[in-house]
């Protein structure tokens, strides 16, 4: 008669056990810490590789600060990308507070377009001059489009070495090609 009794008693038990397990897996597991969770937040920031912004058709990608030998000149590199239907404009660039002008200007964004800038291979160049912070900081960057309007993202500055290198900025010196050897007077060829 125990036996018969413990039994039903031992399935709920067991059953109570396995719902309370069940339950608690996710608060045990850490996959849900809320809205405020480290894991939401990291989502958001800048890396390393660029950052990226879409404000209604324009993406900007891989926006990124390269530094010469200062911080003081620099390159802005990315991509412009219009994935809409109609073309926009990219009317101005402001880093850290200062215009950045690029060269030549950027030509009307047509629908499909994908335009790199301050690339070594790159056309188009975007100086940026009167940085004062160190490098790997982030970096305060607006993007005026004509239809699109304003975008302000954070762009952090990296040297110039590894994927970087070769992308210098025109406030700064670029390694000058050795000159060809010239005969001197006493070397003049003979007449």
Known sequence: MT???????????????????????????GCFSGIQATTTAQATMNTGNGTE??????????????TGDTTADAMLIGTVVNIGVEADALT?????GRPAIPAPAFPEIKPGDSIPFGYANAEIKVPVTGLTGPVSTFVPVVFNFRDTGRV?????????VGFYE??????????????????????????
């Open 166 to 191: 070769g992308i210098v900025p025109m406030g700064a010196s670029a390694p000058e090609a050795t000159p060809a050897a010239e005969p001197s007077a006493s070397e003049s060829p003979a007449e």
């Open 53 to 66: 912004a879409q404000a209604g058709a324009i993406k900007i990608l891989d926006a990124t600060i390269v």
């Open 3 to 29: 036996a018969l009794t413990r039994r039903p008693l031992a399935r709920r038990s067991t059953i109570a056990l396995s719902i309370l397990a069940i339950a608690a897996l996710p608060a045990l597991s």
């Open 152 to 160: 302000a993202i954070s762009v952090l500055t990296v040297p110039a």
């Open 92 to 96: 101005s660039i402001e880093v850290d």
